[in-house]
């Protein structure tokens, strides 16, 4: 009884190989090519990230950091001389600026080469090229900083707004608005603006709903406390 139970075993064991040759005979090609393909794929996802990414970024941000100090200057002391923001633009060899054009150009898929796209947006809005300013502002991407992100929006209302295309403009200063929660002080400012704006244009009903947000979510911000935000409310029929 034992023996015939070990037979039944080892034909069962016989079985189960020839089954797992006939299943290599058959799928072998198969699983060769798919086996490679992820081994290709993941050689070259690690030899571009550190042969070509890493490398790209610590090179980037190397360059832009002397344009990038430039432009911080002047939007601390909101001075944006023309030649200097040419410089920060362009850059100057001998002075040993790389411009932010070339940056962006060459490392764009940088982290650095982003930032360098809402540096040039802010540039050319200066130089009053809104154009311009529209398509690299366009082309950066906060990557969930909704602080920059939201001055980003701020700044295409103010292309949009130069250029009288106000819907637009009113779109991305409610954008500005509305992404910024994180930090009130930006959020009730963004907010106060696009109520501001809404408001010129005679859309009252925008006005109001946007005077109201920051009433109800913001009452501790300055345009509220000071009255501002009542006083613009009143003036457009609202009563406390």
Same mark, same amino acid.
């Given at each position: 009884?034992?023996?015939?139970?070990?037979?039944? &075993?080892? !034909?069962?064991?016989?079985?189960?190989?020839?089954?797992?040759?006939g299943?290599w005979?058959?799928?072998?090609?198969?699983?060769?090519?798919i086996?490679?393909?992820?081994?290709?794929?993941?050689?070259?996802?690690?030899?571009?990230?550190y042969?070509?990414?890493?490398?790209?970024?610590?090179?980037?941000?190397d !360059?832009?950091?002397?344009?990038?100090?430039? +432009?911080? !200057?002047?939007?601390?002391?909101?001075?944006?001389?023309?030649?200097?923001?040419?410089?920060?633009?362009?850059?100057?060899?001998?002075?040993?600026?790389?411009?932010?054009?070339?940056?962006a150009?060459?490392?764009?898929?940088?982290?650095?080469?982003?930032?360098?796209?809402?540096?040039?947006?802010?540039?050319?809005?200066?130089?009053?090229?809104f154009?311009?300013?529209?398509?690299?502002?366009?082309d950066?991407?906060?990557?969930?900083?909704?602080q920059?992100q939201?001055?980003?929006?701020? !700044?295409?209302?103010?292309?949009?707004?130069e250029?009288?295309?106000?819907?637009?403009?009113?779109?991305?200063?409610?954008?500005?608005?509305t992404?910024?929660?994180?930090?009130?002080?930006?959020?009730? &400012?963004?907010?106060?603006?696009?109520?501001?704006?809404?408001?010129?244009?005679?859309?009252?009903?925008?006005?109001?709903?946007? +005077?109201?947000?920051?009433?109800?979510?913001y009452?501790?911000?300055?345009r509220?406390s000071?009255?501002?935000?009542?006083?613009?409310l009143?003036?457009?029929g609202?009563t406390?």
């Open positions: 009884m034992a023996d015939k139970q070990v037979k039944a &075993e080892q !034909l069962d064991a016989s079985e189960i190989v020839e089954k797992a040759k299943f005979v058959a799928y072998s090609k198969k699983i060769i090519i086996g490679s393909a992820v081994i290709i794929l993941l050689g070259s996802y690690l030899g571009y990230k042969l070509v990414t890493i490398p790209n970024e610590k090179k980037a941000n !360059l832009i950091f002397p344009a990038e100090k430039l +432009f911080g !200057l002047m939007a601390a002391s909101s001075s944006y001389n023309k030649d200097t923001v040419n410089l920060v633009l362009n850059g100057d060899k001998a002075a040993g600026i790389t411009g932010l054009l070339k940056i150009s060459s490392l764009g898929s940088t982290m650095s080469g982003n930032r360098a796209q809402y540096m040039i947006g802010a540039c050319y809005l200066q130089l009053k090229q154009d311009k300013a529209i398509s690299h502002l366009k950066f991407d906060g990557n969930d900083a909704t920059i939201s001055k980003c929006y701020v !700044l295409l209302g103010h292309a949009y707004a250029q009288k295309k106000t819907e637009e403009a009113l779109e991305y200063y409610k954008k500005a608005g992404i910024s929660d994180l930090d009130e002080g930006m959020a009730s &400012e963004a907010l106060y603006m696009a109520g501001r704006y809404a408001e010129a244009l005679g859309k009252t009903k925008d006005a109001i709903d946007l +005077f109201q947000n920051l009433k109800d979510k009452p501790a911000s300055q509220v000071s009255g501002d935000v009542d006083k613009y009143g003036s457009l609202v406390k």
